[in-house]
Nanobody, 124 residues
Framework: QVQLVESGGGLVQAGASLRLSCAAS????????MGWFRQAPGREREFVAAITGSGTGTDYADSVKGRFTISRDNAKNTVSLQMNSLKPEDTAVYYC?????????????????WGQGTQVTVSS
C-alpha cells in the first residue's frame, strides 16, 4: 500500500514561489498517475494538476496554468509542484494523490491514496 507525505507549504506574500513535494513510500508510484488537489476553507476540494505515470503528460486547472508546474522523479518516488506568482486565492491545504491508473484524471474518485495535506497561505 502506498503512503504519501506532502511537504513544502508555508506562508508567503503574493508574487512569491513555493515548491511542494510529495514523497511516496510502501510501493512504487512509477505506474500511477499522480495529482495535486487543494481545498480552501468552506470550499470543496478541487483539482490543481496531474501527471501521467511516465511523466510525459500533464494537465492543469485553468486557474494555475502558466504559474504551476507538476513534475515527478520516479527514481526517487516523488512528485513535486512548483508554484510561481502565487496569489491570495491560492491559499488552501494542498493534497497529493495517487491515481488508480497511469493516465491523468481530474476526478477525485480516480485517486485511491491521499496524503495528509500541507498548508499554503498567500498574503496580499
Amino acid at each position: 500500500q502506498v503512503q504519501l507525505v506532502e511537504s513544502g507549504g508555508g506562508l508567503v506574500q503574493a508574487g512569491a514561489s513555493l515548491r511542494l513535494s510529495c514523497a511516496a513510500s510502501g510501493r512504487t508510484i512509477s505506474s500511477k498517475g499522480m495529482g495535486w488537489f487543494r481545498q480552501a476553507p468552506g470550499r470543496e476540494r478541487e483539482f490543481v494538476a496531474a501527471i501521467t505515470g511516465s511523466g510525459t503528460g500533464t494537465d492543469y486547472a485553468d486557474s494555475v496554468k502558466g504559474r504551476f508546474t507538476i513534475s515527478r522523479d520516479n527514481a526517487k518516488n516523488t512528485v513535486s509542484l512548483q508554484m510561481n506568482s502565487l496569489k491570495p486565492e491560492d491559499t488552501a491545504v494542498y493534497y497529493c494523490a495517487a491515481a488508480m491508473f497511469g493516465s491523468i484524471t481530474r476526478t477525485i474518485r480516480g485517486y485511491f491514496t491521499w496524503g495528509q495535506g500541507t498548508q499554503v497561505t498567500v498574503s496580499s
